[in-house]
């Protein structure tokens, strides 16, 4: 199947500081992306959906402010955690839809110190 | 999206098969039935999806009912290794995007 590469797998940041993660379509051009978060014991939850050349569009209660995202080439979306915060410790995913099919990066653990 | 409903646990023996329950009764005509799983902090794996007919593949058989307000995921012989959360999932094919209920934790014991 389709490979979405998302890096880093997993990282520890100082409260205040912001990070950056990167999902990557490998064999395939994606204009759409999707960013997840998911809480220990909780399911996937939507935060935005990430258009390649064009603005992100996020759902409902996700800051756009804290969380940047980008979507400058047919192949990669970023997402920055601004001014990260213990509360923000979270495992991210992303995801991404070649012709058929959705398929979903493995996965950013961040942890917020 | 269609809202889906499954058990929030299961547990199966090994090598026995595995029977997933999810019931989606207010589905549309374009909206297909889709299961991810996800092992523990992984990236949701793709298993299977249909729209209609009973649909099969190497990791699993998917059952819709004819209504399409119900529908079954098989793992016709359980390993420990299929241990984790399943997703039934709804959306038009077109749509890439992802609405996730809390899924069924399958544990698979020796």
């Known amino acids: 199947g389709a490979v979405v590469s998302q890096h880093p797998s997993w990282v520890i940041c100082k409260s205040g500081t912001s990070v950056k993660i990167e999902c990557r379509s490998l064999d395939f051009q994606a204009t759409t992306m999707f960013w997840y978060r998911q809480f220990p014991k909780q399911s996937l939850m939507l935060m935005a959906t990430s258009n390649e050349g064009s603005k992100a569009t996020y759902e409902q209660g996700v800051e756009k402010d804290k969380f940047l995202i980008n979507h400058a080439s047919l192949t990669l979306s970023t997402l920055t955690v601004t001014s990260a915060h213990p509360e923000d410790s979270s495992f991210y995913i992303c995801?991404?839809?070649?012709?058929?099919?959705?398929?979903f990066g493995s996965g950013t653990q961040l942890s917020v110190l | 999206d269609a809202k889906t409903t499954q058990p929030t646990s299961m547990d199966c023996a090994e090598g026995r098969a595995a029977n997933l329950p999810c019931n989606h009764s207010?589905?549309?005509?374009?909206?297909?039935v889709y299961w991810y799983r996800q092992i523990h902090s992984q990236g949701p794996q793709y298993i299977i999806h249909?729209?209609?007919n009973n649909e099969t593949n190497e990791m699993a058989s998917l059952i819709i009912t004819e209504d399409r307000k119900s529908s079954t995921l098989i793992l016709p012989h359980a390993t420990l290794r299929d241990t984790a959360v399943y997703y039934c999932i709804v959306r038009p094919d077109s749509s890439g995007k992802l609405i996730f209920g809390q899924g069924t934790e399958l544990s698979v014991k020796p």
């Open positions: 995801s991404a839809t070649p012709r058929q099919g959705v398929f």
């Open positions: 249909g729209l209609k």
């Open positions: 207010t589905i549309s005509g374009n909206e297909y």
